[in-house]
């Protein structure tokens, strides 16, 4: 199921980026500006994410920079989602650690703004745009890391926990979970899927039923996180740690399923994305999130 859900992930979006390219005023791709820095070091930048390549050791470094608070909007996710796309068909590239360049913040989560006062075409637009972002990452052939130096509400723990690995800064301020319901909504049930494969049932049912935040040590406490360090060590942490899973036999390991293993191998998509055009719609009909919604009831 995981690798149809891989495969799945990966043609659905290869095919809506190439439509975003050409369509969409949210064309990434053009804004990403290649450059070579020295030691087989490459970056590209756009406005909302540097990408850093490393190709001595097939690391790419992932860094949110869209202030103030790396929320989630359109244009970060569409250049989201092509950033992780081109590392994806970088076969030089093994392992990416995402992180953030602002201080205090990781991600504030999904982009209120983006949800009030929309119309249905945009919420879709939107709402897909969030999908493509997790099944990219989540479904990434790649290692995964994030590298969490600051606080993760809501859209951005769905992000550290569509990683396969989460180092956080020890920093007690900071913050991490799922609170939607905190906000007047329910997370989807996928948020919910990717959150019990992390914490387990029990620990996911409180978190969600209340809208837990959990601070940097509490997060800890639940595995929500998988290892806090000091917040200036939480980038070179996820280096090492990233070095010792890429050390582990990969798609070329003997008894690997070539077919299963191989991300770069062309095959059909089995499973669609999920439809969830109607979250989109009931998003546009709820005055939700009444805290930034000026036309709520
Ligand atoms: C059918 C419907 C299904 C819906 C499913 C929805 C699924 C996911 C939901 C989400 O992801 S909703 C987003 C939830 N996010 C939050 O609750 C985070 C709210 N923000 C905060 O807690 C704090 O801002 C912070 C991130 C901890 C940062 O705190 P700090 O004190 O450093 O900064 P602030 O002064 O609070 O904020 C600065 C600036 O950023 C704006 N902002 C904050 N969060 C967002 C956001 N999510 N989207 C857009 N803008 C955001 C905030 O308004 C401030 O703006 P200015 O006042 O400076 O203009």
Redesign the pocket.
């Known amino acids: 199921m995981a690798t149809l859900l891989k495969h799945s992930a990966k043609y659905a979006l290869s095919g809506r980026l190439a439509r975003l390219c050409v369509h969409s005023r949210h064309g990434g791709l053009q804004c990403l500006q290649p450059c070579l820095l020295p030691h087989q070091r490459s970056a590209s930048t756009g406005s909302k994410i540097l990408v850093e390549m490393d190709n001595s050791t097939g690391i790419a470094v992932l860094t949110m920079k869209s202030p103030?608070?790396n929320?989630?909007?359109l244009d970060f996710l569409t250049e989201f989602s092509i950033s992780l796309e081109k590392l994806e068909l970088d076969r030089g590239c093994r392992g990416v650690i995402l992180t953030s360049a602002l201080p205090?913040?990781f991600?504030?989560?999904?982009?209120?703004?983006?949800?009030c006062g929309k119309s249905p075409e945009h919420c879709g637009e939107f709402?897909k745009a969030?999908q493509e972002m997790w099944l990219r990452l989540y479904g990434s052939s790649m290692i995964t890391i994030a590298a969490i130096n600051?606080?993760?509400?809501?859209?951005?723990?769905?992000m550290a926990l569509a990683c396969d690995y989460r180092i956080m800064a020890e920093n007690p301020k900071y913050?991490i979970g799922?609170?939607?319901t905190?906000?007047g909504?329910?997370?989807?049930f996928w948020?919910k899927d990717t959150l019990v494969n992390t914490v387990g049932n029990r620990v996911a049912e409180l978190s969600l039923q209340l809208g837990l935040?959990y601070s940097a040590p509490d997060a800890l406490r639940t595995g929500l996180v998988d290892l806090l360090v000091p917040e200036d060590k939480v980038l070179s942490t996820a280096s090492q740690t990233m070095t010792q899973w890429l050390a582990i036999p990969g798609e070329n390991a003997i008894g690997s399923n070539p077919r299963v293993s191989s991300s770069k191998v062309d095959l059909t998509p089995k499973v669609h994305m999920v439809d969830l055009s109607?979250?989109?719609e009931?998003?546009c009909s709820?005055n939700?999130?009444p805290w930034?919604c000026s036309n709520r009831a």
């Open positions: 103030p608070v929320s989630l909007s205090k913040i991600s504030a989560g999904l982009d209120i703004m983006e949800m709402w969030v600051g606080s993760s509400p809501a859209g951005g723990c769905l913050s799922l609170n939607e905190q906000l909504i329910v997370a989807p948020f935040l109607h979250s989109s009931s998003m709820l939700w999130i930034t």
